[in-house]
């Protein structure tokens, strides 16, 4: 996927420069698809606490998931290392 980013900077970088809720903590996905379950102890979605306080256990999906948004983010950043090197070697 190429990147029209300067280098360094990620499209989560930008979302966060204009506010755009982020990834649910726990499960990675967008908010609105978020497949955490609601903790029994405070009812809360999402919240890393309920796994180390509340004996929440991550479920094979919300790992799937996370795994998958760790690729997306090193691919994020291998792009971003591509278009510098392409950058540097352009250079005159």
């Known amino acids: 996927m190429a990147s029209n980013l300067p280098p360094g ?4 970088d930008i979302e966060r420069a204009f506010g755009t809720e982020g990834p649910c903590d726990v499960c990675k996905k967008a908010t609105g698809d978020c497949i955490c379950p609601e903790c029994p102890l405070c009812q809360e979605q ?5 796994y180390d306080e509340h004996g929440l256990k991550f479920s ?16 994020e950043m291998l792009d971003s290392a591509r278009y ?9």
């Open 9 to 12: 900077c990620s499209l989560g």
């Open 46 to 50: 999402g919240n890393l606490t309920c």
């Open 60 to 75: 094979r999906e919300q790992r799937i998931s996370q795994a998958e948004y760790r690729i997306c983010e090193l691919e």
């Open 84 to 92: 510098y090197l392409d950058w540097i070697q352009q250079e005159a």
